[in-house]
């Protein structure tokens, strides 16, 4: 076995320091902005859609660790899916960060890259700051224009 919680590690640290899709996508379809208060977290999220597929998204902001990296990775896993597959994706997501994925979550091939959170479930207060990009996203296929705060 693998040193997996070195390894997360790594890749938070790395999407973190250089986040991908990291600007401002024009022509984008839906965009919204949230705001993790608890911490501080902004980020605003662009999406461009065909027909049920997204076919670019990318985020700009300002936060910790934890949210920028959970944000960088979302981009990087969402481009070239469907809304069907997204939302999949964010209940998994959800669930392995809230600790409610039955130890199974890093097996789980669809969540991919994005088993690096799984050690968030162990600090409340930093779920937040891993799900804001996921409750930004859905916000803005919602078209909402509000900000989205995880409050
Ligand atoms: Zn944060």
């Known amino acids: ?42 980020i605003t999220i662009y999406i461009k859609l065909d027909n049920d597929r997204i076919t670019d998204l990318s985020f700009q902001g300002s936060g910790c660790a934890i949210s920028t990296s ?19 994706l964010f209940k998994k997501f959800h669930a392995l960060v809230m600790g409610e994925a039955n130890g199974n979550h890093a097996g789980d091939p669809q969540l991919g890259k994005l088993a690096v959170f799984s050690g968030v479930a162990e600090f409340p207060v930093r779920v937040k700051c891993a799900t804001l990009a996921w409750h930004t996203l859905r916000s803005a296929l919602k078209g909402e224009e509000k900000t989205v705060t995880t409050e």
Not at 23 to 31: N, P, S
Request: include cysteine.
């Open 1 to 42: 076995m693998p040193d997996l919680r070195g390894l997360y590690q790594e890749v938070i640290l790395d999407h973190s320091k250089k986040p991908r899709n990291y600007r401002v996508l024009e022509g984008a379809d839906h965009h919204a902005e949230g705001y993790n208060p608890l911490c501080g977290d902004r």
């Open 70 to 88: 959970s944000a960088s990775l979302l981009t990087e896993t969402l481009k070239g899916k469907t809304l069907d597959e997204a939302d999949a």
